[in-house]
């Protein structure tokens, strides 16, 4: 059973930071793209920020300069470091892969942006 497991959420005061990390499990021959997204209350999924298995790397407007995406394919893991958070980036994160050809969503983590 493959599974993705996200961890790292949590409350953190306007302009700070968290690092949100997704582990991938189970009997894997295919790994490629990861994908982070958040959904808000009330607006839909949105696309954060990608990286492919050769490391090229893409953002959402709202977040570039502010996110940085990476993984270590060793270890099946992706990260999303995220600095200078603002109240608007309150979301429940999900974590999204293909792996073994196939489309996997990870449960989600919440980051609550607050003073």
């Known amino acids: 059973q493959v599974q993705l497991v996200e961890s790292g959420g949590g409350l953190v005061q306007p302009g700070g930071s968290l690092r949100l990390s997704c582990a991938a499990s189970?009997?894997?021959?295919?790994?490629?793209?990861m994908t982070w997204y958040r959904q808000a209350p009330g607006k839909q999924r949105e696309l954060v920020a990608i990286i492919t298995s050769e490391l090229s790397t893409s953002y959402a407007d709202s977040v570039k300069g502010r996110f940085t995406v990476s993984r270590d394919n060793a270890k099946n893991t992706v990260y999303l470091q995220m600095n200078s958070l603002k109240p608007e980036d309150t979301a429940v994160y999900y974590c999204?892969?293909?792996?073994?050809?196939?489309?996997?969503w990870g449960q989600g983590t919440q980051v609550t942006v607050s003073s």
């Open positions: 189970g009997s894997i021959f295919s790994l490629n793209a």
């Open positions: 999204n892969a293909f792996i073994n050809y196939k489309v996997t």
